[in-house]
T-cell receptor
Framework: KNQVEQSPQSLIILEGKNCTLQ??????????LRWYKQDTGRGPVSLTI?????NTKSNGRYTATLDADTKQSSLHITASQLSDSASYIC?????????????FGRGTQLTVWP | EADIYQTPRYLVIGTGKKITLECSQT?????MYWYQQDPGMELHLIHY???????EKGDLSSESTVSRIRTEHFPLTLESARPSHTSQYLC??????????????FGPGTRLLVL
């Protein structure tokens, strides 16, 4: 069964600290993996996208890694800011074509305290 | 920020009423989607469209219907709202397939409460 599991479910950190969010997937065949940020009351916004051959991708203070062999990805946030408080969703696509579908994780709810 | 809009943002309505959730995008994307998301849960695809006059049901069974008469517009209709329809509804769009796969751009969502 194709699934995307994220951990932890929720996380509280202090402003300025780093954190790492995890995503494990069983989706096959694998096409690409995205991390989205969803602010409260808003739609998700894409942060990074990685294909099979890419094992790291950065977007400012966000760095995503991908291990396609173990089917694991992580999102590392450096020097957290209050605006980083949001839900971070891991999304895996099973095929890079019109027929591809997306599998969503439940997200990690990150809260950054001052 | 993506040019995709949803109205209303919040809706409280009584059981049995007919409602239409509006979604429009100005990016010229062919593909559009409706997702349902409950608090703390993953997004579930309920409808999608590959273009004008194309509509398909998604993975999650839904009593709602959609139409795609214009490229930029993808409304979702519930003929008779029930409390079980209470949820957040997210609209998204994407351009045609690229080698890296498509990125979906999401609207802000409509939070629906059926009493």
């Amino acid at each position: 069964k194709n699934q995307v599991e994220q951990s932890p479910q929720s996380l509280i950190i202090l402003e300025g600290k780093n954190c790492t969010l995890q995503c494990n997937y069983t989706v096959s065949p694998f096409s690409n993996l995205r991390w989205y940020k969803q602010d409260t009351g808003r739609g998700p916004v894409s942060l990074t996208i990685m294909t099979f051959s890419e094992n790291t991708k950065s977007n400012g203070r966000y760095t995503a890694t991908l291990d396609a062999d173990t089917k694991q990805s992580s999102l590392h946030i450096t020097a957290s800011q209050l605006s980083d408080s949001a839900s971070y969703i891991c999304v895996v696509s099973d095929r890079g074509s019109t027929l591809g579908r997306l599998y969503f994780g439940r997200g990690t709810q990150l809260t950054v305290w001052p | 920020e993506a040019d995709i809009y949803q109205t209303p943002r919040y809706l409280v309505i009584g059981t049995g009423k007919k409602i239409t959730l509006e979604c429009s995008q100005t990016m010229g994307h062919d593909k559009m989607y409706w997702y349902q998301q409950d608090p703390g849960m993953e997004l579930h695809l309920i409808h999608y469209s590959y273009g004008v006059n194309s509509t398909e049901k998604g993975d999650l069974s839904s009593e709602s219907t959609v139409s795609r008469i214009r490229t930029e517009h993808f409304p979702l209709t519930l003929e008779s709202a029930r409390p079980s329809h209470t949820s957040q509804y997210l609209c998204a769009s994407s351009e045609s397939v690229s080698p890296r796969g498509e990125t979906q751009y999401f609207g802000p969502g409509t939070r629906l409460l059926v009493l």
